[in-house]
């Protein structure tokens, strides 16, 4: 069961009208593309997909699964979403509380055990290995862990295990960093019979019930045995807009940590069908991910362009991400931003320009390190400045532009 509901808030206006599992990744992929590509290349063809928060882009994306060979009469890939009930069923509440709500499906697969997962992580796992350690153990419930820099130790479920692996004490995003560096990678397999019975109790006093903050403390506390699984292969949480730009371009160097070009282990992606790329007479790419369709007639350099994206003559993007079918203009320089689908670019315009680091003001903790981001089906108008961590909403029209007088100072939101 693939938890792909979160809204991705810390990813700014790039998980506005999508949400975070279905953000582009690599030129030609979307986050979601490597838990569906980890579960197909591990065995495993009974999919559940748990949806919510503007669940459409997902939707489409995924479709009946064939890119992952699952669409299947027996098994394959199954989209479930919050539905209204005679009883009053509401939004899921907590990670925890999606699975509660769709008890009756789980039961009916007559499964042994249950593979819980996260749709919005980058990494290449077999889930086989876990599966047996969690048999072996004779376990309750096995967590995936892994060990993250102690700074960063706030923004994961941090855990101590015993000599035998089984995990003694679980704090849910600690504030204070002497509780260790074993962090949870929301991974997660449970006996079916156990996982039932937890979330029907849990569910009586938490309508938010959720794993981390809920069951995992809850079932510690009560004996259960709850072991942990580590992990020491690339795994990487894309939910900040640093994060996600450092994780794309760390794809650029000779022998990248994660490797694409493994036919061992092939990530699936629901693919268009578009022309190959076009370099005009003008055109250079260095160091760079371009995906089929692009045209390049300016200059790319150590940047990832998706599917469609046109860069007109004498155009320079450089340390930048470019989604989908954006325009950029002729002059135009793009400098460390992020830009999503749809976007035109106007001639001469500088995005990501001077040296001011000045945060954003409407979200100084989401963009403070100088990468300005372009929200989806935006139009910036010819021969502007637009400094750096500036956020350009989705869908906004040149006529929003009209008072700023040419330019766009570090830190703005438009």
């Not at 102690?150 to 479920?157: A, C, H, N, Y």
């Not at 900040?240 to 450092?246: A, F, G, I, L, N």
């Amino acid at each position: 069961m693939i938890m792909a509901g979160g809204a991705g808030t810390r990813l700014s206006v790039l998980s506005e009208e999508r949400s975070k599992p279905a953000v582009p990744f690599a030129a030609k992929y979307r986050i979601i593309d490597f838990t569906l590509s980890n579960c197909v290349n591990s065995g495993i063809y009974n999919v559940a997909v748990l949806t919510q928060y503007r669940p459409h882009s997902l939707n489409q994306h995924i479709g009946i699964g064939k890119p992952w060979d699952l669409d299947r009469a027996r098994g394959g890939v199954r989209l479930l979403q919050p539905y209204q009930a005679r009883a009053g069923n509401q939004w899921y509440g907590g990670t925890a509380d999606a699975v509660f709500r769709n008890l009756d499906y789980l039961r009916e697969q007559r499964a042994d055990a249950v593979l819980i997962l996260s749709g919005d992580h980058i990494y290449k796992m077999d889930y086989r290995p876990m599966l047996r350690f969690h048999q072996e153990m004779n376990a309750d419930l096995t967590v995936g862990v892994m060990r993250v820099p102690l700074e960063e130790t706030d923004r994961f479920g941090i855990m101590q295990v015993d000599d035998e692996q089984r995990i003694t004490a679980f704090f849910e995003k600690p504030k204070s960093r002497d509780k260790g560096t074993l962090a949870s990678m929301g991974i997660y397999v449970f006996d079916t019979l156990v996982l039932a019975e937890r979330l029907e109790l849990g569910s009586r006093d938490h309508p938010d019930l959720d794993f981390g903050k809920h069951v995992i403390p809850s079932m510690i506390q009560e004996d259960y045995r709850v072991c942990a699984y580590a992990f020491d292969g690339y795994w990487v949480d894309v939910g900040t807009v640093q994060s996600y730009w450092e994780t794309n371009l760390a794809l650029l160097s000779p022998e990248p940590t994660l490797d694409l070009y493994d036919t061992r282990w092939v990530i699936h992606t629901q693919s268009q069908e578009r022309p190959p790329v076009k370099i005009g007479l003008q055109g250079q790419i260095i160091q760079s991910l371009v995906a089929n369709g692009c045209t390049i007639r300016g200059r790319v350099e150590h940047s990832v362009l998706s599917p469609g994206v046109y860069v007109s003559p004498e155009a320079l993007v450089r340390d930048s991400i470019v989604l989908n079918d954006s325009w950029i203009g002729p002059g135009a320089i793009l400098n460390r931003v992020i830009v999503d689908k749809d976007v035109v670019i106007g001639a001469n315009t500088r995005l990501g320009h001077g040296d001011d680091q000045e945060p954003n003001h409407a979200a100084p903790d989401r963009l403070f390190t100088g990468i300005s981001v372009v929200g989806k089906g935006a139009h910036i108008p010819a021969d502007y400045r637009v400094g750096r961590n500036v956020v350009v909403r989705p869908n906004v029209s040149e006529e929003n532009f009209i008072h700023c007088h040419g330019e766009i100072p570090s830190g703005e939101t438009v």
